[in-house]
């Protein structure tokens, strides 16, 4: 076998007898902040003549245009011609004797490690998420509520991108009694029924953006792509995060930087950088500066109120609220008093509603010993503005891009592969998937038979699935009361796990703590027939009612119409708008016997109170921990020498078969220079879904919107499909196999129309592998009558305070 290194194409000289092993490690795939897929050990290369060329002579320092040994160099690893692995080559060191270099030192990496670097620390709030952005108005907000904001983007509808919830930084009660006007800072009865005043002012409420977005436009900004074989399918596809700026209840606010773009210096030096725009001016004994920053109103805005806030290297030392054109003091700002030396200024305006303006600068500098006007100079810039716009990456969570990407791939125990050939493509999958996917190779005639080791392997005694400490209201309430904040999940491996006294595992503690926070939603009741109405809100607030920021929270979002109980939603005109329905968060994908939900545990769904047995432990989690578990686990290790056609093909979701006994593969190490093969394995316990059609779930709930849902089945490729009548028809719902490289035709696209029946409809939809094997998915679409009331009231918007206790009767 004639094995190859090349380093940006070119050939890299090797010793015969250096030892190169190539690992790959379950672990690291598990891992998107992991520094590679497939990596070696530090090995050294010649410093033949070749070589140095390569590596421009990097031992002498004193070289221009030496060898950039601080970054990773693309490279490849060829086997007999054949491309075995691509990646980085990094130059670790040089080995020098008498002067001379005898030899580098490097390490190979896999493609993996170069997301990672490509994201850098950037945070999601650097993301172009433009396309998102709305008018912050009651109109948006009620079509965010009742459905989704209506979008487009290049002329194509993104509608259902951004919707809104009752999440609020206030305490919402369900009372339709007329008299009842509770409608203050901490709480607010929203019953249409009730009093004048009540309801749900519209800028209590808060954007969510579907989280397949913020995959979006990190694949865009940062031209990688994800493959579509878990990001595509219902579970991910309903998710949406809440966009929650602050800790205040105020409406949202939109600031402005104010730019320039021209200068009339009038004999001045250029204090104002257009690129920049920071103006920067030197205090010095013989100089001292004033500098005005205001806005000029545009026709038609002289009303609009506005707040200039003043900078000063980056510190606010002005701030002034008004209308109209401002020319007095409370507008400039003086060095008069501050030590000699450069200091630089800019400013913002902010504003509540749109707000068309020219900024404008003044700066006049004054000769200290005599008070006189040295020169001056005036900036100005084109028609600015502040819009009431919902400027998406001024409301995301404060949050690293590779710290949400490793939130979700822990969330799901996903796994992330660099694909050898396409340069930023990387597959993604649940980890129960990717094994799905995986084939069989009775390897059993290339082991070495006569020495292999068996060990305990690695064994857990407390697991522990958490999400960030909770900070509103019913989670500390939760909290408390169960030891463990909602969605969290702690458990105690014992030698008998019927019996909670029996002595504990001898083994290891496994952690798991995203970065993501729960909000623990209340099913609203009607206060005078105390039955549940199916308002479903989420109080944004601490136990003293004061409004708190979680961090970032995902939920599942439905459209349900509410038990003939209808709310009230006050515009921006004050007036009252009835619905009959609305989004609702949920922690599940549906309303009943949900197929997926964003929790670990099992605690009842806020909607019918019913346990939520499919969760993220049971659906991603249960079937790892039970195999490391198993008292027949155990790691083998073997020696062998595969050939070369299934050395280039062999995947870590593979199945080596070994004298009948089925092993997944844990690590394996493989000498490119020798050809040996070092494996590390465990007991394959479900051999069953090796080639066969597997999906998480198979019943699959969608509500009555017609929309197309995606689910990941493996191994469906050449699959046929039989809808089975239940009595509803079968027209309803189309099928059809995504054909496309990126998901190797195991994404099934089901297409539903609207249900406008009065009831829910349901069949059955019978797949056959091509192998002949038979699963089936149960299909439910549920009935709507979701309704937005014609009828408004118009109402005083003077708020009427009253005390907790009365506002909770």
Do not use: C
């Not at 206030?170 to 203050?184: A, G, S």
């Not at 309430?477 to 463990?484: I, R």
């Not at 939603?521 to 027939?529: A, P, R, S, V």
């Not at 008292?631 to 062999?650: A, C, D, F, G, V």
């Amino acid at each position: 076998m004639v094995t190859e290194l090349k380093i940006l194409g070119s050939k890299v000289d090797l010793y015969k007898d250096e030892n190169i092993d190539v690992i790959n490690s379950v672990l690291d795939i598990k891992d998107i902040t992991k520094n590679t897929n497939a990596f070696t050990r530090g090995f050294t290369v010649p410093a033949s003549a070749n070589n140095n060329q390569l590596f421009k002579h990097y031992y002498d320092a004193d070289l221009d245009n030496s060898f950039d040994a601080r970054t990773k160099i693309s490279a490849e690893i060829l086997l007999d011609g054949i491309s075995f692995k691509t990646g980085f080559i990094q130059l670790t060191k040089v080995n020098v004797k008498k002067n001379k270099p005898t030899s580098y030192t490097v390490n190979f990496s896999g493609k993996l490690n170069g997301i990672k670097q490509t994201l850098r620390n950037d945070k999601l709030k650097d993301l172009n998420l433009t396309a998102y952005d709305h008018s912050y108005n009651s109109a948006n907000v009620l079509d965010g509520l009742t459905g989704s904001v209506p979008l487009n983007l290049d002329g194509v509808s993104i509608e259902g991108s951004i919707i809104y919830n009752l999440l609020a930084k206030k305490q919402y009660f369900y009372t339709p009694d007329p008299d009842n006007n509770v409608q203050t800072e901490t709480s607010a009865n929203i019953a249409f029924e009730g009093g004048d005043l009540v309801g749900v002012n519209w800028f209590d409420l808060r954007p969510s953006l579907k989280l397949i977005k913020i995959i979006e436009a990190i694949e865009t900004d940062y031209n990688i792509t994800f493959s579509r074989h878990f990001f595509d399918t219902i579970e991910f596809q309903g998710l949406f995060m809440w966009l929650n700026p602050d800790g205040k209840r105020d409406a949202l606010k939109f600031t402005d930087n104010m730019t320039f773009d021209t200068i009339d210096a009038s004999g001045s030096p250029p204090w104002m950088d257009l690129s920049t725009n920071i103006a920067t001016v030197e205090r010095s004994f013989d100089k001292q500066h004033g500098l005005s920053f205001s806005p000029i109103f545009q026709s038609g805005y002289e009303d609009v109120e506005y707040t200039v806030n003043i900078f000063r290297d980056g510190v606010l030392v002005r701030t002034y609220t008004d209308t109209g054109i401002i020319e007095d003091t409370r507008s400039t700002v003086t060095d008069f008093d501050l030590p000699y030396g450069s200091y630089e200024y800019t400013a913002t305006v902010t504003t509540e509603e749109a707000f068309l303006y020219t900024p404008r600068l003044n700066i006049v500098e004054y000769d200290e010993g005599f008070f006189d006007t040295n020169v001056g100079e005036v900036d100005t810039g084109a028609i600015a503005n502040t819009i009431s716009t919902s400027i998406i990456r001024n409301v995301i969570p404060d949050m690293k891009i590779i710290d949400f990407l490793k939130g979700i791939f822990n969330m799901f125990k996903l796994v992330i592969i660099a694909d050898e050939t396409i340069d930023g493509y990387y597959y993604v999958n649940t980890l129960e998937g990717y094994y799905s996917e995986g084939v069989s190779y009775d390897v059993t005639k290339y082991i070495d038979l006569e020495n292999w080791e068996v060990e305990r392997g690695k064994i857990l005694n407390e697991i522990k699935f958490k999400f960030q400490e909770p900070t509103t209201i019913l989670n500390l309430q939760y909290e408390k009361n169960e030891g463990f904040g909602f969605g969290d999940l702690e458990l105690t491996l014992r030698s008998d796990m019927n019996d909670p006294t029996s002595e504990m595992l001898d083994g290891e503690s496994f952690e798991i703590e995203l970065p993501f926070e729960q909000i623990v939603y209340e099913n609203l009741k009607n206060t005078e027939t105390r039955s549940e109405t199916s308002i479903i809100i989420g109080t944004v607030t601490d136990e003293l009612l004061e409004p708190v920021s979680p961090k970032a929270h995902i939920f599942y979002n439905y459209q349900k119409a509410y038990n003939s109980s209808n709310i009230a939603f006050i515009n921006d005109a004050g007036t009252k708008v009835s619905l009959g329905g609305s989004n609702i968060p949920l922690h599940g994908n549906v309303i009943t016997n949900p197929s997926y939900s964003t929790t670990f545990s099992n605690p009842p769904n806020v909607f019918d109170g019913v346990y939520m047995e499919n969760n993220l432990y049971s659906n991603h989690y249960e079937n790892y921990i039970s195999d490391i578990f198993n008292i027949k686990k155990r790691t083998w290790k073997y020696k062998s020498y595969l050939p070369l056609n299934i050395m280039l093909k062999l995947g870590l979701n593979d199945t080596l078969i070994i004298k009948n006994r089925y092993y997944r593969i844990d690590k394996y190490s493989y000498n490119i220079i020798t050809g040996e093969t070092n494996f590390e394995l465990v007991n394959n316990f479900d051999t069953s879904i090796v080639g066969a059609l597997k999906t998480i779930s198979n019943y699959i709930f969608t509500n009555a919107s017609a929309k197309t849902e995606s689910v990941y089945i493996a191994n469906l490729t050449g699959s046929t499909f039989n809808k089975v009548d239940l009595g509803h028809g079968t027209s309803w719902v189309s099928v059809v196999a995504v054909e496309t490289a990126a998901t190797q035709e195991n994404i099934l696209e089901l297409t539903f129309t609207a249900n406008t029946l009065p009831s829910q409809r349901n069949l059955n939809l019978e797949i056959t592998s091509a192998k002949g094997e038979l699963i089936t998915l149960y299909l439910v679409q549920y009935a709507s009558n979701l309704t937005v009331d014609n009828t408004i009231i118009t109402v005083d918007t003077t708020l009427i305070t009253a005390d907790n206790e009365q506002a909770n009767n």
